[in-house]
């Protein structure tokens, strides 16, 4: 029900971390592995496709000054401290892992990214997507404001 968005999630935190050269492709995949099930866990009674914005904030992945508990026990499976992971990641990380969309921007100022979007099915009620809803009431975008979508 969730397994795409949540490996789509889990698959862009290990390739932030790929990107350093620093751990061992087995080291990798275990972390991806042990990421989708922290994050599968933890959204298990929390994921709505019938109203998708619904417990958004709950499955919001945030590093800011601080790291992300489910991403902090996905390193400890490997022997990365926190302190560690810190040094390897951005240090203004959010992802957002909804039903038929993960999206993330890197700081504070940057661009929501889309890495997964998919249409729910027709019976559904959504209209919007939970990135529409936040601007909502907003008469025009900031100007640091922008979507892009990337592909993987």
């Known amino acids: 029900m969730m397994k795409t968005e949540v490996s789509t999630a889990a698959n862009f935190v290990t390739r932030l971390l790929?990107?350093?050269?620093?751990?061992?492709?087995?080291?990798?995949?275990?972390?991806?592995?042990?990421?989708?099930?922290?994050?599968g866990d933890h959204y298990r009674h929390h994921w709505f496709p019938?109203?998708?914005?619904?417990?958004s904030g709950y499955?919001?992945?945030?590093?800011?000054?601080?790291?992300?508990?489910?991403i902090?026990?996905?390193?400890?499976?490997?022997?990365?401290t926190k302190e560690r992971l810190f040094s390897l990641l951005p240090s203004e990380l959010t992802?957002?892992?909804?039903?038929?969309?993960?999206?993330?921007?890197?700081?504070?100022?940057?661009?929501?990214?889309?890495?997964?979007?998919?249409?729910?099915?027709?019976?559904?009620n959504q209209t919007d997507s939970c990135k529409d809803e936040l601007r909502i009431g907003q008469?025009?975008?900031?100007?640091?404001?922008g979507m892009m979508t990337c592909s993987s």
């Open 18 to 39: 790929r990107g350093t050269g620093l751990l061992s492709e087995e080291q990798l995949q275990q972390f991806r592995f042990s990421l989708e099930e922290a994050l």
């Open 50 to 55: 019938n109203a998708p914005c619904r417990g």
């Open 59 to 70: 499955r919001c992945i945030r590093i800011n000054h601080k790291m992300d508990p489910l």
């Open 72 to 80: 902090g026990k996905a390193a400890c499976t490997i022997g990365l």
């Open 95 to 124: 992802m957002w892992v909804d039903p038929y969309e993960v999206s993330y921007r890197i700081g504070e100022d940057g661009s929501i990214c889309v890495l997964y979007e998919s249409t729910p099915p027709s019976d559904t």
């Open 139 to 145: 008469p025009s975008p900031s100007k640091s404001f």
